[in-house]
């Protein structure tokens, strides 16, 4: 019989930073394809409350769970109650990210460290939780599995910053920059387990994060200017890409970064020949 196929039946993801934004559009998409979903923020917890409201209205299974990314007894706590909610883990989206922008000359430390911080370090706290769990349940498994498929995903949110310098933002770029390598590596590093590691780099996509962009029709006009595809994105295009980098679709890709950027990365001040 043909018929639409849940994607994720039954598997237990968490999503970082999924009280808003693409974080909240990957949570909904992924428990709309059965997945038992984490819903994870940091500080605001109405928002969060909305998006696990979303998914339960929508006949989901889901949990919230208040962790900042940044602190390692919160991520530890985080991967815990996931477990003895749900029994496991089958894919982490490590999406939970911020700005604080400021010209390079007047930017603080504060501003320096909080953002290198949440979008750097908090990627290493949940990724390193991710696959000590993976290996362990792999381990603890009383069948052996005769699957060739991947024990456990991850997908970090990067950005088209990870490649596309940009002033004023510096903090930001070398945050993204540094996913990039951090991604390259543990891919590397943990492909022997059978866990894959991969990126979403998004370009612009309509969230609170960029709201002063979007909501300005000047500088929105501005932006068209640096998308070929001439829309901006939503957290939906990116939540798509993020389902098929976890799904099984994609078992042989390991190591890569996808741009979801309707071509920004493609220089486009050179289209009509430069
Ligand atoms: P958003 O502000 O709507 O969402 C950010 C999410 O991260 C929120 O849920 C927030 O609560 C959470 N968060 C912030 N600090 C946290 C912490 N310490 N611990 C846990 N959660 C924390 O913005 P968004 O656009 O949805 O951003 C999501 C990710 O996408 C970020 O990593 C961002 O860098 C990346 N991104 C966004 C765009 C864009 O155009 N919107 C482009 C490229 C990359």
Same mark, same amino acid.
């Given at each position: 019989?043909?018929?639409p196929?849940?994607k994720?039946?039954?598997q237990?993801?968490i999503v970082?930073?999924?009280?808003?934004?693409?974080?909240?559009a990957?949570?909904?998409y992924?428990?709309n394809?059965?997945a038992h979903?984490?819903?994870?923020?940091a500080?605001n917890?109405e928002?969060?409350q909305?998006t696990l409201e979303?998914?339960?209205?929508?006949?989901?299974s889901?949990i919230?769970?208040?962790?900042d990314?940044s602190r390692?007894?919160?991520?530890l706590?985080?991967f815990r109650?996931t477990?003895s909610?749900f029994?496991r883990?089958?894919?982490?989206?490590?999406?939970?990210?911020l700005?604080?922008?400021?010209?390079?000359?007047?930017?603080s430390?504060?501003?320096?460290q909080k953002?290198i911080?949440?979008?750097?370090?908090?990627?290493?706290?949940?990724?390193?939780?991710a696959a000590r769990q993976?290996?362990?349940q792999?381990?603890?498994?009383?069948e052996?599995?005769h699957?060739e498929? $991947?024990?456990g995903?991850? =997908? %970090? !949110?990067?950005?088209?910053?990870d490649?596309?310098?940009? &002033?004023g933002?510096v903090?930001?770029a $070398?945050?993204?920059?540094? =996913? %990039? !390598?951090?991604m390259?590596?543990?891919?590397?590093?943990? &492909?022997?387990h059978?866990?894959?590691v991969n990126?979403?780099?998004?370009g612009?996509?309509?969230?609170?994060?960029?709201q002063?962009?979007?909501s300005?029709?000047?500088?929105?006009?501005?932006l068209?200017?640096?998308i070929?595809?001439?829309?901006?994105?939503t957290?939906?295009?990116?939540?798509?890409?993020?389902g098929?980098?976890?799904?099984?679709?994609?078992d042989?890709v390991?190591?890569e970064t996808l741009?979801?950027d309707?071509?920004?990365t493609?220089?486009?001040?050179?289209?009509?020949n430069?």
């Open positions: 019989m043909i018929g196929e849940l994720f039946k039954e237990v993801v970082t930073g999924s009280s808003s934004g693409i974080g909240k990957c949570a909904i992924f428990a394809q059965g979903v984490v819903v994870n923020y500080s917890a928002e969060g909305k979303e998914i339960l209205a929508n006949g989901g889901a919230l769970v208040k962790a990314v390692e007894d919160d991520v706590a985080l109650e477990v909610t029994g883990l089958d894919v982490l989206v490590s999406n939970a990210g700005q604080k922008d400021s010209p390079f000359m007047e930017m430390l504060q501003q320096w953002v911080d949440v979008n750097l370090t908090g990627m290493f706290l949940c990724c390193r939780a993976f290996v362990a792999e381990k603890e498994a009383s052996v599995s699957s498929l $991947a024990i995903k991850i =997908v %970090m !949110m990067s950005s088209v910053h490649v596309i310098p940009w &002033a933002h903090n930001y $070398a945050s993204k920059g540094g =996913v %990039m !390598m951090f390259k590596s543990i891919s590397q590093e943990l &492909a022997p059978k866990i894959r990126s979403v780099s998004p612009a996509i309509k969230t609170p994060i960029n002063e962009v979007w300005d029709p000047e500088k929105y006009k501005g068209l200017n640096l070929p595809y001439k829309r901006i994105g957290p939906q295009d990116v939540a798509k890409a993020v098929w980098l976890a799904s099984d679709d994609s042989y390991n190591g741009y979801i309707g071509g920004m493609l220089y486009p001040e050179f289209a009509d430069g």
